[in-house]
Nanobody, 124 residues
Framework: VQLQASGGGTVQAGGSLRLSCTPSGRPFGSYGWFRQAPGKEREFVAA????????RYAESVKGRFAISRDRAQNTVYLQMNGLKPEDTAVYYC????????????????????WGQGTQVTVSS
């Protein structure tokens, strides 16, 4: 199983990027995005339950980021608007076969599969 994450890049503060996460096979039950900035612990960003599209967000990104899924493309997207320098990090896509309850979507140990990271850099 592979998760292909893409869409990272460098933008100015206030700009937008859209990250994509596509599994190599059938869709999973839950998907999450996490990020790790230099010298910091990896942290939860957003997650979605594939069956009903129910999202969960970290407080730091609420109102700026939106997670969605496209059944036809078998892809999960993370639309990031209003980017700030503090959003700079390597972003990781994660997936699990289970359709987690909302409270569990934000936990790293809820996810069995992880993709390679994609770098997001926001300049001030």
């Amino acid at each position: 199983v592979q998760l292909q994450a893409s869409g990272g890049g460098t933008v100015q503060a206030g700009g937008s990027l859209r990250l994509s996460c596509t599994p190599s096979g059938r869709p999973f039950g839950s998907y999450g995005w996490f990020r790790q900035a230099p010298g910091k612990e990896r942290e939860f960003v957003a997650a979605i339950r594939w069956s009903d599209g129910h999202p969960r967000y970290a407080e730091s990104v609420k109102g700026r980021f939106a997670i969605s899924r496209d059944r036809a493309q078998n892809t999960v997207y993370l639309q990031m608007n209003g980017l700030k320098p503090e959003d700079t990090a390597v972003y990781y896509c994660a997936a699990d076969s289970r359709s987690w309850i909302i409270e569990a979507l934000g936990r790293e140990n809820s996810y069995e599969h992880w993709g390679q990271g994609t770098q997001v850099t926001v300049s001030s």
